[in-house]
């Protein structure tokens, strides 16, 4: 069922304007209005789901084959020479709108993005404990 509250559940039934870039059956692909880089995209199921613990796994399966011809596309049509995929779920993780929803985002050799962290190798006895947690 649509949420009347959402913005991108608004998108789908065409209550608000978005430019759309691909459709099928189950998604929709949209240009991101704050663009990271050229063709910054994002991809949604048309059915509402909030984020990645409640997504039907089809509808994720549709979506991820959605993000794959974009990221095609982005290569071939726009010139990428690669292409970053991108789900937040949660605020924690940086989640703003609470559709499911993937970002692809083309990415071009010296493009101003770069990543907000700097690894560090890690504890090894912390790692395989997080693991075992992991695996549980
Ligand atoms: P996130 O922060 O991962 O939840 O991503 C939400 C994304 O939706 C952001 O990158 C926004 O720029 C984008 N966004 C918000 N409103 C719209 C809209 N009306 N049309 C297109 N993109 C939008
Ligand atoms: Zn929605």
């Given at each position: 069922?649509?949420?009347t509250?959402?913005?991108?559940c608004?998108?789908?039934a065409?209550d608000?304007?978005?430019i759309r870039v691909?459709?099928?059956?189950r998604?929709l692909?949209?240009?991101?209005?704050?663009?990271?880089?050229r063709?910054h995209a994002l991809?949604?199921?048309?059915?509402?789901a909030?984020d990645?613990?409640?997504i039907?796994p089809?509808?994720?399966?549709?979506?991820?084959?959605?993000?794959q011809?974009?990221?095609?596309?982005?290569r071939?049509?726009?010139g990428?020479?690669?292409?970053?995929?991108l789900?937040s779920?949660?605020?924690?993780?940086?989640?703003t709108?609470?559709?499911f929803?993937?970002?692809v985002i083309?990415?071009?050799?010296?493009?101003?993005?770069?990543?907000p962290i700097?690894?560090q190798?890690g504890?090894?006895?912390?790692i395989?404990?997080?693991a075992q947690?992991?695996?549980?």
């Amino acid at each position: 069922m649509p949420n009347t509250d959402c913005l991108f559940c608004k998108i789908v039934a065409d209550d608000i304007p978005a430019i759309r870039v691909a459709e099928d059956e189950r998604t929709l692909a949209f240009m991101d209005i704050n663009p990271w880089t050229r063709g910054h995209a994002l991809v949604i199921p048309k059915t509402h789901a909030t984020d990645l613990y409640t997504i039907d796994p089809d509808d994720l399966s549709a979506c991820a084959l959605t993000a794959q011809r974009l990221a095609e596309r982005a290569r071939d049509n726009l010139g990428a020479q690669g292409v970053n995929l991108l789900n937040s779920c949660g605020s924690a993780a940086w989640q703003t709108v609470f559709h499911f929803h993937l970002h692809v985002i083309p990415r071009y050799l010296g493009d101003p993005l770069t990543v907000p962290i700097t690894a560090q190798p890690g504890d090894i006895a912390e790692i395989t404990a997080a693991a075992q947690e992991l695996r549980a």
